[in-house]
Nanobody
Framework: QVQLVESGGGLVQAGGSLRLSCAAS????????MGWFRQAPEKEREFVAT????????YYADSVKGRFTISRDNAKNTVYLQMNSLKPEDTAVYYC???????????????WGQGTQVTVSS
């Protein structure tokens, strides 16, 4: 069992930056791939980024490539999402998730956090 708690969301102006954190409980964190997803009002949840258990492999959605960076610190049981050059269309609730595979598919993740709100003003 893994429990995930996101933090770091907030209100930022377009062009600004935020760093989201996702703290995990449990001693098996380092064995899980971790993903970030987001959901805007009245839209479906969408993939943002994922990272393998070792941190050696990462994938990004085209919409965030070059602006967002996913990373992890297995010693701290934490995964991060550094978000730069934020745009109003990045406004959403951001969720972290843990699963066995480094995948863009949300239904392949077993554990989810409660989400953190990111709002980007124009």
């Amino acid at each position: 069992q893994v429990q995930l708690v996101e933090s770091g969301g907030g209100l930022v102006q377009a062009g600004g930056s935020l760093r989201l954190s996702c703290a995990a409980s449990g001693r098996t964190f380092s064995s899980y791939a971790m993903g970030w997803f987001r959901q805007a009002p009245e839209k479906e949840r969408e993939f943002v980024a994922t990272i393998s258990w070792s941190g050696s492999i990462a994938y990004y959605a085209d919409s965030v490539k070059g602006r967002f960076t996913i990373s992890r610190d297995n010693a701290k049981n934490t995964v991060y999402l550094q978000m730069n050059s934020l745009k109003p269309e990045d406004t959403a609730v951001y969720y972290c998730a843990a699963g066995d595979r480094t995948t863009v598919r949300a239904n392949m993740y077993d554990y989810w956090g409660q989400g953190t709100q990111v709002t980007v003003s124009s």
